[in-house]
Structures are given as C-alpha cells and as structure tokens.
C-alpha cells in the first residue's frame, strides 16, 4: 500500500554552511494532524507548505513550487546500505517520507491524492545544497547525492487538506508525457543535451523553465 510514513516539521538549528545562520533542514516525524496549503511566492509568502514548518533560506527553498518535500522510505534504505549508517525519516529535510510511492519516478504534473482531501502534484527534484552537505557530513555528497539520481520529490499544493501519518497516496492522474522526477533531474544536473524536451512541460515551475533555458547546449 502507498502511505504516508511520517509527517516531518522543522526543528530550527544552527548554519555554518550559509550566511542564513539557521537552517529548518533538520525535520522531526511529528505525531498529528498537519494542514497544508500552497503558501505563496518563494520570498514574501508563508515559504512552506506545512503548518508549523519553517524555511530560513527563502532565496532557494519554500514558496508554491516547493510547497512540500517528499522522499521515499525504499530510497533511505538504500542509501543506508551504502553509507553504512542508519538515516531516519526526516534527515534530508523532507516534510513527508512515504512507503510504496516511487517518488523518483513520479511523472512531472501528476496528482496524488493524501487521505481525503489533501491533493499534491511533483514539480521536480530537490537539487543539493551546501546545507544539505553539511547535514550529512560525508565527502562529496552533493556530487554523490547527484550522480545516484534519487533526488526526492518537490510538490505544489493543487487542493489543501490535512495529512497525518498512515494516509493512504494514490496517483489520481498521470500526464502521458511520462517525463519523471529522476528523469528531468538527471537532464538539468548532468545531461544538458536532454533539456530541450522538458520546457514545455506542462506543471514545470516558471523559473525552472528559465534556469533549463539558461543551461541549453549552446548552438555552434
């Protein structure tokens, strides 16, 4: 069954690795009901999706692009099996961490149903930063976390709702595009040749679209 495994909020920590200061990566699984909904532009908004949560650097995270964070439980595990070293539901700083989703594989657009009311639709991956290398504290990790290809889910809010621990997640439709989270990841990272078939993309964050731009092989 496609759940929800836990419902994670920022617990606010210290900085080094920005001149922010304070960072909400480090997100703890909390037991209750959470609301959701879409919290504006990036900067001037409610930056996060959850009720309760906190983003401190709003240049590059929060806003209705980035409403959510999810990252799936099979993905840890595997993660876990090569770095040797447990890794709990939240240390990425994903607001939700699910069993039986295949985030990574989440079509670009697509609507997924949490609970009864609560609808989310992945817009693309979480690129890494230099918090997150910190957070993590292994060598090279945002060219490792890049090259694997796992990157995890970035939703909008289509339909607010609650979501708590154990609710069910299914897809409710699927853009026949096909073009999937590790797919338009792995093309903005690393593959540039593969860009020109993302920017139509319909549900692709405007300012994605731009930086996709930015990055296009350059014609001789």
């Known amino acids: 069954m496609s759940r929800i495994a836990s419902v994670n909020l920022a617990v606010p920590e210290p900085n080094p690795a920005k001149r922010v ?29 959850l009720v309760g949560d906190q983003i401190f650097d709003i240049e590059h995270h929060g806003g209705d692009d980035q409403a959510v964070y999810a990252y799936a439980r099979e993905d840890y595990d595997w993660w876990q099996s090569r770095l040797n070293r447990p890794l709990a539901n939240g240390l990425f700083g994903e607001n939700l961490t699910t069993e039986g989703v295949d985030v990574n594989g989440a079509v670009i657009g697509e609507r997924w149903r949490i609970g009864p009311r609560l609808v989310l639709q992945p817009t693309f991956g979480r690129i890494p930063c230099a918090t997150f290398q910190h957070k993590m504290g292994e060598p090279r990790w945002t060219k490792t976390f890049t090259r694997m290809n796992r990157p995890g889910a970035y939703l909008r809010v289509l339909e607010e709702g609650e979501v708590l621990a154990g609710d069910t997640v299914t897809v409710e439709d699927r853009p026949a595009h096909g073009v999937t989270i590790a797919r338009a990841f792995h093309a903005f990272m690393t593959e540039p040749d593969l860009i020109p078939a993302l920017l139509d993309l319909d549900g692709l964050p405007d300012d994605l679209r731009e930086s996709l731009t930015e990055r296009l092989p350059r014609q001789p």
């Open 21 to 49: 200061g304070v960072t909400g990566i480090n997100k703890q699984p909390v037991d209750r009901l959470v609301t959701v909904r879409a919290p504006g532009p990036r900067t001037v908004g409610l930056h996060s999706g």
